[in-house]
DNA sequence: AATTATATTGAGTGCTCACTCAAACAAATG
DNA sequence: CATTTGTTTGAGTGAGCACTCAATATAATT
């Protein structure tokens, strides 16, 4: 069912100012309807039926199809990685070297928690990047390299130290963003809840794969 | 660019026994646009067009769209998961009980093997998992419960050894393919080849993550 | 060689789709 | 109230889509 509390992110990233009443509802349908049979499965017919609005008036305010798939996940890539960026930045400078507990579950609860406050908005983006190599490309190329130096300099300094097995950092970001997503498909595509307890395990569970 | 061995799923399934040399090549032609742009982004036309054949001939042999995303699909699901048991079966008959390395190196080793082989394949079905709520309710409930029965017997008695932690099964299960599968997705749409160091580097990962 | 069976063709069909645009409506401004 | 500015409508359009089918080519059988 469509809610208004599927545009969490919107709301976030002060992204709903420019937008009317009916524009709204049309984004509550689109996240809607996108996330349940995919985007190109879907009909802007469709999209304005369920909004209860003009088909003319989905094109008026985002010009194409495509335009409101973008309005939809921009707000996501915007505002995931300089999240997390921020959230590691937090750890960093309440303990340096961060020990890889801290590490690792402040970076699995910080990521969880937008998870859940993002379901629908999420299965959109991750399935679009499934479906074609072109958006791939496109919003890979996005993902802002400062974000991405930050988390390997921290890596490089738990290197240093022993902390953690001597992998290119490349494996290690994977083998945690592997644990991390498999849980959120298994809760986006799969309906399966994330208990606490669950979370616990996967972090312990890194800490002793990583751990030297 | 499409190639014959992108076949390879059906010569060992023998399913191409029914079908002409033209028939082979539009589903060579379908597997390649399917894995770059989706199954609902292709058009039948597009299809004919690469594989030099007239469109009718598609829908002469498959019926209709849908029925050529059977045939390139129905191989994945009715050998993965057979394939996947015989090779459990095969460790598990040579020792008793089974040790957690030996476990998780030959079910990682095996699959890494089958995603290789049929990467494009593997790809679409991936792929329409994600896109729409219907693929994945149908493929789903015809994963084998025979399947599932004996990994779960297996941990079972992993467990009562106390040789592995003692969690759900489900999690167990879950942290073993999101490791997989984070190095499939790397491998299948980031066009990241998998290292022999890096497999091992898994098989230590997980060993660690789930000895007790 | 004649006949039957199967494979292949490609122009044609109806339908759905994203998108347009002139007109109607609403809100804000002077 | 009059005018401007912005919003919404919905019938209409052309393009592209999956799919049909009668005709033709090819292969198999007798």
Redesign the interface.
Known sequence: MAQASDLKLFQDAQALENFTDKQIRILIAAIDIFS???Y??ASTKEIADQAGVSEGNIFSKFGNKQGLLDAIIEPVVSMVFPQTIASLLDVETNRTPVSLHAFISDFMINRMRFLVENKKVLKIF??E??????T?THY?QSLPTSFLKDLKSQLNTMKRNHMI?N?NN??IM??I???I???V??YL??D?PIAKI?VT??ID??V????R
């Open positions: 349940e049979k995919g190109a499965n991750i399935a990047l499934a479906y074609n190599q072109e791939r890979m097995v992998w490349d494996e994977r083998l963003w592997s644990v997503g498999g849980a498909i298994d595509f799969f399966r669950e395990h996967m569970a890194l002793r794969a990583l751990s």
